[in-house]
């Protein structure tokens, strides 16, 4: 009886400490949720700021307060973005210089990754070892000799001039050289007893293996290289040739004379192709960054 | 290993080359895997020396002359690096760039470290993944938006933001055309756009921690802060050297945001190095000038990432 008492006590006991710790943590927890979807209400506000701006009256862009809904939309600074900046043309040449870059360095990662994870010869870890160290180089010290061998091949305002430079890549090979390695060497084997030739063991068994790798790479270039600013703004002279985050610069120098709402209707334009591929490939992207931060 | 492979081609008899590669032995076989080797790393270490390797060479090669491209150029020897000693404008520009770096790296690790823990206290999968995404989304905007964007929302008379802190009673905030503030203006800008890749850095970090050492932590009786500082934070330093490293990178060539905000001003109070090198050598056309600044930049770089390794030794904890 005495016993069974004690154990009733002090099960009481450790009820109303648990009951504190789970007082204590549901508070943590809920603090923590309200902190954090608060945050996120200021960073997601620029966003639904630019597309309720973009949708206002030209004269009334930029007047307080600030509008965030509207019952009317004006969809005219949609259709005057068109009339001021080539932006057809320039959505066109970012669709091209974004896709020639990721098709070229899927190809040429591919290859070297294959390379360094599968095939041996001599300096091979020189080698490896010499392309990795090329990422610590910053893109501004070596802008000024490419882009006088950009002119010497005639290539200024051109969106090859864009391309060419882009298509090596120190970090997409070692990214999908992990991805290599992680095949066991046993594929290789079973292959080569089927008869498959070296070429073969490479383009039919490692290289459908490596998709996941290879998706990664690609949403990764693909928001580089849209967002691209530095290399566009030293190569490419012409409105014609521009590529969107030049032509958004541009189109910002029209402010004075017309309004902001036709600015953010541009930047609101600009973003849609990102913002499609984030959500088609938001895995990959999120793969990919994990991927660097534990790996390297 | 290498006794397979081709070891000296010149001692072969010419015109024997292709026999010998289609030699029907392993020696052969390994031979060919050694020739696809070559052929695969080709097009990567031929663009590598065009584009990356040699131009650096040429940058360091190009600082020692004074070449304005109409022109031929003149070899000046160290000259471009003195006047680079006393260039007001340059000094200034540095002087920019690092207070940019020191506080954006601060924060944006600080801040993105917070929402990671905070993420990770998430229960439910929904809220995670909102939270995340909505944190992530300013990374997918150019640099040139975000600088419209945030430029247009933080605009002294017409912002929101200053319109909004009116109706709470605290004055304007010239946070564009004062040059005490212009700088700190471009850092919050920065760390809104660059927070979500180094938040999932750090949910990739925490997430990789092993459940055991946190069960061990557990049982020992180590919790909040103690864990955090004790157990966690430890666990992730090579993610916290990681994003250290790459943010420092990356902050030190800022220029768009600056660029498209500012155009360096009021006055030069947000002029960076970079913009000071582009405008050398693409607007002035001093190719030798710029070089020598992009030779500096790249050497300060290389200095500081040296820095961060050898100091890491001292907190970078490895499993």
Redesign the interface.
């Known amino acids: 009886m005495q016993d069974s008492t004690n154990v009733i006590l002090r099960l009481k006991a450790m009820g109303a400490r648990r009951r504190i710790d789970y007082v204590r943590f549901h508070f943590g927890q809920w603090l923590t949720v309200a902190l954090l979807l608060l945050g996120s209400v200021f960073v997601l506000a620029p966003f639904a700021w630019a597309v309720a701006t973009s949708l206002r009256l030209p004269a009334e862009s930029f007047s307080v307060p600030p509008q965030w809904f509207t019952l009317n939309p004006d969809w005219s600074n949609y259709r005057e973005v068109f009339r001021r900046i080539p932006f057809w043309t320039q959505i066109l040449n970012s669709i091209t210089v974004t896709t020639s870059v990721v098709i070229g360095q899927l190809i040429t990662a591919s290859l070297a990754g294959y390379a360094f994870a599968h095939l041996q010869f001599p300096g091979k870890n020189v080698l490896f070892w010499l392309i990795m160290a090329t990422m610590m180089i910053p893109l501004q010290a070596t802008i000024i000799p490419v882009f006088i061998l950009i002119s010497r091949l005639g290539l200024t305002d051109t969106l090859a001039s864009l391309i060419l430079p882009s298509l090596p890549t120190a970090f997409g090979t070692f990214l999908l050289r992990q991805y290599f390695l992680a095949i066991p060497k046993d594929f290789e084997e079973a292959a080569l007893i089927d008869g498959a030739n070296p070429f073969q063991v490479f383009y039919r068994v490692y290289l459908p293996l490596v998709t996941p790798g290879q998706a990664v790479l690609a949403v990764l270039v693909f928001n580089t290289h849209w967002n691209d600013f530095f290399r566009p703004l030293v190569f490419l002279l012409s409105k014609e040739r521009f590529t969107i985050p030049l032509g958004l610069n541009d189109l910002k120098g029209f402010e004075m004379t017309g309004s902001i709402s036709v600015v953010l209707a541009g930047v609101v334009l600009a973003l849609i192709p990102v913002v499609l591929v984030y959500f088609l490939g938001q895995r990959y992207l999120i793969e990919g960054i994990m991927m660097g931060g534990i790996k390297a | 290993?290498?006794d397979?492979?081709?070891g000296n081609v010149n001692k072969r008899r010419q015109g024997n080359i292709y026999a010998w590669l289609t030699e029907d032995t392993l020696a052969g076989?390994?031979r060919?895997?050694?020739?696809?080797?070559?052929a695969?790393?080709l097009?990567?270490?031929?663009?590598?020396l065009?584009?990356?390797?040699?131009?650096?060479v040429?940058?360091l090669g190009?600082s020692f002359y004074r070449w304005n491209?109409f022109q031929p150029p003149v070899f000046i020897g160290a000259s471009n690096y003195e006047r680079l000693m006393t260039d007001m404008r340059m000094a200034i520009s540095f002087k920019n760039t690092i207070h940019f770096v020191i506080l954006a790296v601060f924060l944006q690790i600080a801040v993105s470290l917070l929402?990671a823990l905070?993420?990770q206290?998430?229960?439910s999968t929904g809220?995670r993944y909102?939270?995340?995404?909505?944190?992530?989304?300013?990374?997918?905007?150019?640099?040139?938006?975000t600088a419209?964007?945030?430029g247009?929302?933080l605009?002294h008379e017409?912002g929101?933001v200053n319109?909004y802190l009116g109706r709470l009673g605290i004055p304007r905030v010239p946070w564009l055309t004062s040059s005490g503030w212009v700088l700190n203006t471009i850092v919050i800008t920065y760390v809104?756009q660059h927070m979500g890749?180094t938040l999932?850095?750090?949910?990739?970090?925490l997430?990789?921690i092993s459940p055991e050492i946190l069960d061990a932590a557990d049982v020992d009786g180590s919790a909040g802060w103690h864990r955090l500082w004790n157990v966690t934070l430890p666990m992730l330093s090579?993610?916290l050297l990681?994003?250290a490293v790459?943010g420092v990178?990356g902050a030190?060539?800022i220029?768009?945001l600056p660029?498209?905000m500012t155009r360096g001003g009021p006055g030069d109070a947000s002029r960076t190095a970079?913009m000071v090198?582009?405008e050398s050598?693409?607007k002035n056309m001093e190719?030798g000038y710029?070089?020598g600044m992009?030779?500096i930049?790249?050497l300060l770089?290389?200095a500081v990432?040296a820095v961060q390794f050898w100091l890491s030794k001292r907190w970078v904890f490895y499993q």
Do not use: C, E
Not at chain 2, 32 to 38: I, S, V
């Open positions: 290993m290498n397979q492979a081709p076989a390994a060919r895997k050694a020739l696809m080797g070559y695969f790393l097009p990567t270490i031929l663009g590598i065009i584009f990356t390797a040699g131009p650096v040429a940058s190009l491209v929402l905070g993420m206290k998430l229960k809220l909102y939270t995340r995404t909505a944190y992530f989304l300013p990374f997918l905007m150019s640099g040139a938006a419209i964007v945030l247009y929302m605009h017409f929101a319109y809104w890749f999932i850095l750090f949910i990739g970090g997430n990789n090579p993610t990681f994003a790459v990178i030190l060539q220029f768009d660029y498209v970079v090198m582009y050598a693409f190719i710029g070089s992009a030779v930049l790249f770089i290389l990432t």
